[in-house]
């Protein structure tokens, strides 16, 4: 079967600080026509850090759709045409105050293929050396420590549901297995 | 450091068939103000089975926001509401053509935590006994199978970035290794 849309209009309807709303019509291959509800969002970076210990640097902070604390790794979005290298680096020192000898790529996640064009990259960060916290002005987060085995506990038990969080631990646990 | 935000105002901007956008306003621990776009979504599940011979049914489909045909494990949208255990299971033989003897729920997930509600079922399905696909008018998708090691071999090159589908192998592996 083949597979391709092919795009033949498009209707931009919310431009935010974040994320634009557009709607695609597109024609199937069957000849009809289809609507497509699209978000896009400029994407972002986490780090998944280990320090000498073992030990691993997360964030809790509030969640507006949830309406509740997460626990995450750290993460920032990009700005657009932004390196997501450099970007990772500077979130991951900004919000738990440690800097990396080293870092692996892990790759890049689509968080939701149906309707949203964002892309994460991960990185593994090894080799940590202490330096400062520099919170933006409006962020508000706690950073705590966890081993690789209570991260792998709480993705089995699903006390963590962030999707980027889930894929870097359990990426993680299987690079640190070979 | 207290990490709740107040919501003081809300404002739909869009309301779509699949995603609604609203835009709220907050009350942040220092007592300022900021805004946060949020898309509400009704949420999914996705079904990773496998038959008696290790094989995995997986579906490839164009996905609008990437331009582009991606492998996933085979998934649906909920309706609001709907019970997401008997989506996954319609949905699975919908897709593949697959009714299974048991279902393991590896929880839920949350695509894009920062603006977006999305919660994303997992299911493992085991005991597979093939039965007809029924694919929607207006559905277009190749179905494929792989052992879990080529999965993981995917994954691991980054060629599968989809995020549910990266979990659900992830967490597959995990659990039939114990």
Do not use: W
Not at 136 to 152: A, G, H, I, P, Q
Request: glycine share 8%; aromatic share 10%; proline share 3%.
């Amino acid at each position: 079967m083949k597979l391709t849309e092919k795009t033949i209009d498009s209707k931009l309807h919310f431009k935010g600080r974040v994320i634009n709303l557009r709607e695609d019509t597109v024609e199937l291959e069957n000849g009809s026509l289809a609507s497509r509800e699209i978000v896009e969002h400029p994407g972002g970076v986490c780090v998944i850090g280990m320090d000498e210990n073992g030990k691993i640097p997360m964030v809790r902070q509030f969640r507006a759709p949830f309406g509740r604390v997460l626990l995450e790794v750290p993460a920032g979005k990009l700005n657009y045409g932004e390196d997501h290298f450099e970007c990772g680096k500077r979130e991951f020192l900004e919000e738990t105050g440690y800097e990396a000898s080293e870092y692996v790529y892990f790759g890049a996640l689509y968080p939701s293929v149906g309707f949203l064009t964002e892309t994460l990259h991960i990185y593994y960060a090894k080799g940590l050396t202490k330096k400062e916290q520099h919170l933006d002005e409006d962020e508000f987060l706690n950073v705590e420590f966890f081993t690789l085995d209570e991260l792998l506990d709480l993705v089995e038990q699903n006390e963590i549901k962030d999707a980027k969080t889930v894929v870097a631990i359990l990426r993680l646990a299987r690079f640190l297995s070979k």
